[in-house]
């Protein structure tokens, strides 16, 4: 059985690697805006980046505790609150040079968890692949039976076919000899020749 073959996007094989790199340039990005707009050296800034920091870690704690914890809930939290983080430095720093640290330790650190998810994933999409060729497997061989099943009876039809026309033409062709007449045969004694066959 023939699968369509998709060939995914570039960009949608992409996409997906560079996520976590893009997320962090975008929270240094939008820190140093803060930065220019009125944040470094602002104490109330970063007391309430600070807050929010906390809040989200603890949120994430809160997350992750007892049986009932949410792995993605917690991970959601714990990221948003090192975002939090990293954009308060960055607003904060009159240089560059730390929130630049901050920004690689950052990224080294998502690109660290992702790889982890991203095995998962290849490992749960390389058995659901295993499992749909074996799948596959088990249904082409019942459908090359049902195939051999068919062409077989087709093969047997056509026989037969042929075999009925062969006799037609035979039984035309002995009626069509000149001075054939089956009543003649069956006045001199000869047995009367059958117009219906009966199965044995």
């Known amino acids: 059985m023939n699968q369509p073959i998709t060939v ?5 094989v992409i996409a997906p690697k560079a996520a976590p790199a893009i997320a962090t340039s975008t929270v240094l990005i939008l820190g140093r ?5 009125g944040a470094e050296h602002s104490v109330g800034n970063a007391t309430l ?15 992750s505790v007892g049986r009932s914890g949410d792995g993605i809930l917690a991970g959601t939290c714990f990221a948003a ?4 983080a ?4 960055a607003g904060y720093a009159d240089g560059l040079s730390l929130p630049l640290l901050l920004w690689a330790l950052a990224t080294a650190i998502t690109y660290g968890l992702a790889a982890r998810y ?3 994933d290849r490992r749960d999409t390389l058995a659901h692949e295993r499992h749909m060729s074996e799948k596959r497997e088990d249904h082409s061989h019942t459908e090359r039976i049902e195939a051999m099943r068919s062409r077989t009876q087709i093969e047997v039809a056509r026989e037969g076919a042929a075999y009925a026309a062969a006799l037609a033409e035979a ?3 002995r009626a069509m000899l000149p ?3 089956p009543t003649e045969l069956t006045r001199a004694g000869l047995p009367e020749l059958p117009t219906t066959t009966k199965e044995n």
């Open 8 to 12: 995914r996007h570039p960009l949608a």
């Open 33 to 37: 805006i803060w930065n220019v707009n």
């Open 49 to 63: 980046m600070v807050i929010l920091a906390t809040g989200a870690a603890a949120a994430g704690a809160c997350a």
């Open 81 to 84: 609150s090192g975002g939090l």
């Open 86 to 89: 990293l954009a308060g430095v």
């Open 118 to 120: 991203w095995r998962t």
């Open 171 to 173: 039984m035309t062709a």
């Open 179 to 181: 001075g054939f007449d």
